[in-house]
């Protein structure tokens, strides 16, 4: 017989070694208590199922399995997990979770006192978030239940992720009832539908997240889970500065991108939303005009005003008659009606070659890819220089004549003796060396 998880458990300890403290939160599947593990002297978390779910082996296996994705996640925004298994606690037994303990809030209270956020204080918040789920993803991991009760905010301001209780190895397959089991305003479309989940389904929830943080409210809203998920399915999540000025064109792409429908049009992962977040940071006004640029309007691009589309009419037609200033030069009669505007340049365009004229039939087969024969180059003929009317060459600067000294003298006599030693033997070089200094 299990004990039931609730206030009961205050004061008893499990497995003989957690002492239960206080309870912190509950939930649909367990409880989570504030513990002290008398074994190692050191306050953690731990997560008790209910009895009800206890006595399922299938649930009794994801808990197991909750406790081993999580050991695998080494990072400082992940909570650390201790110890799992099951154990005595009062009258029976119950399935436990020894978990890292944090002193504070979770972000779902954060973000309900801060009321609204600025957008550097989401990054703030926002990039520990997806720095944690970054490193699940390169082991294979996604979380699929990333909503602000499932993430800690430490008096210290340390944040991290918490509950991988839904957390699977990427390749497998999320079925239905598995998808459910998430919070419904923070899934990704094919979640609600049971298709195959990956690491853009744990982007599409950090995108929901980013847009409450932004605008203090989430983007789809009903009655119930099911109106709800069937607003994933079926609409596109707005632009957070429709909501809420203030909010740049670049921080909209970047949300918008992360929510798309389609898990094609998404970042690859979260470790991909690292990136795009750091060159908006980084380069501001770049991704500002990347973010802002839009396809020319159809109307700026239409090739042909309204006259020149017009038909052709006969009868507007008439003869062409000189300006009064060319009147007055060369005689010609009184111009009547106002003075037409000079005719366009026409465009120099000739529809055959210059070396083809109409009459010319064409030689052979005609080729595209036949290219032209080279013009010929006219012969450079070699040109003799006359070399008879040339300007001697004068020196730019006459220079006195160096005179040489004594010392520069003596030593180079002690030069040509040292050589005269290495080359004909001591004998010899000490002749020299008494010939010359005596």
Known sequence: MNTPAG??????????????????????????????????????ALKVLRP???????????????AKNTAKINHPHVINVYDQGVGPAGDG?????????????????????????????????????IRG????????????????????????????????????????????????????????????????????SDVYALGILVFEMLTGSRPYTGESAVAIAVQHTNSRVPAPSTLVSGI??????????????????????????????????????????????????EADTQAFNDVAT????????????????????????????PPQPPAPPQPNVSILPPSVTAETAPAGDFNHYQREPAPSHRAVMPQTRALDNQKPHEPAQNFAPIAPSRAAIMTLLIVMAAAATVLFGHWAGTWIMSWLFG
């Open 310 to 337: 017009q038909p052709f009419d006969q009868t507007a037609t008439r003869p062409y008659q000189p300006s009064p200033e060319s009147a007055e030069v060369d005689g010609s009669m009184d111009v009547t009606g």
């Open 133 to 200: 789920v970054a490193a699940a993803h390169r082991i294979g991991l996604i979380h699929r239940d990333i909503k602000p009760e499932n993430v800690l905010v430490s008096h210290d301001g340390d944040i991290k992720v918490a509950d991988f209780g839904l957390a699977r190895a990427a390749s497998n397959h999320t079925g239905t009832g598995m998808a459910l089991m998430g919070t419904v305003s923070y899934m990704s479309p094919e979640l609600v539908t049971g298709e195959q989940a990956d690491e853009r």
């Open 52 to 66: 009800n779910m206890a006595e399922d082996p299938a649930v009794i296996e994801k808990f197991e399995a909750e």
């Open 248 to 297: 740049s064109a670049a921080v909209d792409d970047l949300v918008l991108h992360m929510t798309e429908p389609s898990p094609e049009d998404r970042p690859a992962d979260a470790t991909e939303v690292l990136i795009l977040i750091q060159h908006l940071l980084e380069n501001p006004d770049t991704a500002e005009q990347l973010a802002g640029h839009v396809p020319a309007d």
């Open 93 to 129: 037994n119950v399935a436990f979770l020894a978990m890292e303990f944090i002193e504070g809030h979770t972000l779902r209270e954060v973000m309900r006192a801060a009321k609204d956020m600025t957008v550097e204080e989401t990054w703030n918040i926002a990039l520990p978030i």
């Open 7 to 44: 206030p009961s458990l205050v004061g008893t300890t499990v497995d003989n070694r957690y002492t239960i403290t206080q309870r912190i939160a509950h939930g649909g599947m367990a409880t989570v208590y504030r513990a002290v593990d008398t074994r190692l002297d050191r306050e953690v």
